[in-house]
Structure formats: structure tokens, C-alpha cells
């Protein structure tokens, strides 16, 4: 599959679990959302000066990592974030894809 299918595929009926209760994929789609957003976070962290993280830091401790300050900081000094992001779901939902073939 291409990156543009992966992004496109609704992963609930990929992995076949349509049949699940509202609350039960509502729990797998928060927690994929979760998992996209820590490793973007690990990649942007590798891409940030030393001062940049130590800005990044402050925010979070004062702010709490949701805090709409911390987005705005990324979208101030990461400018690929987007991108980032979309590597990071792309990836994410290939491996859970990939790990549904296998059990089914």
C-alpha cells in the first residue's frame, strides 16, 4: 500500500474490529493518537537546538505537554511538524495493519 492508502484506510475497518463497542475503538483510536504524538514528539526533540529543548522543557513543566503553548512553540520552530506527523500515523497504522494480517 501506498502512504496516501495508508493515510486514507479507516484503520477501524482495516483491522476489522467494526464490531467492537463505540467506547472500546474509541479507546484503541485515542490511544493511536497517543502513540502518533510521542514519537513525532521524539523526532522534533532530535531536530531542536539545545536551547530550543530547554524552551520546550520549560513549557511543558509550566504548562502541561497539552497546553496550546506547546503548539504554538512547535509550529514557531518546527516547521515540518506536519510532516512529522504524518510519517509518524502513516507508520503507526502500517505496523497495526501489518500485526491484524498476521493474527487474522
Known amino acids: 500500500m501506498t502512504d496516501q492508502e495508508i ?3 479507516n484503520i477501524i475497518s482495516a483491522l476489522g474490529i467494526e464490531s467492537l463497542p463505540d467506547e472500546q475503538k474509541v479507546a484503541l483510536l485515542n490511544d493511536m493518537a497517543t502513540l502518533v ?3 513525532t514528539m521524539l523526532v522534533v526533540i532530535e531536530t531542536l537546538s539545545e536551547a530550543q529543548k530547554n524552551e520546550l522543557e520549560a513549557l511543558v513543566a509550566s504548562e502541561g505537554a497539552e497546553s496550546p503553548a506547546i503548539s ?3 509550529k514557531n520552530n518546527v ?3 506536519d510532516t512529522m506527523m504524518q510519517k509518524e500515523l502513516i507508520t503507526v ?3 497495526m495493519i501489518e ?3 498476521t493474527i487474522g
Open 7 to 9: 493515510l486514507d484506510i
Open 37 to 39: 504524538m510521542k514519537r
Open 72 to 74: 504554538e512553540f512547535l
Open 79 to 81: 516547521t515540518s511538524i
Open 93 to 95: 497504522k502500517r505496523e
Open 99 to 101: 500485526k491484524a494480517a
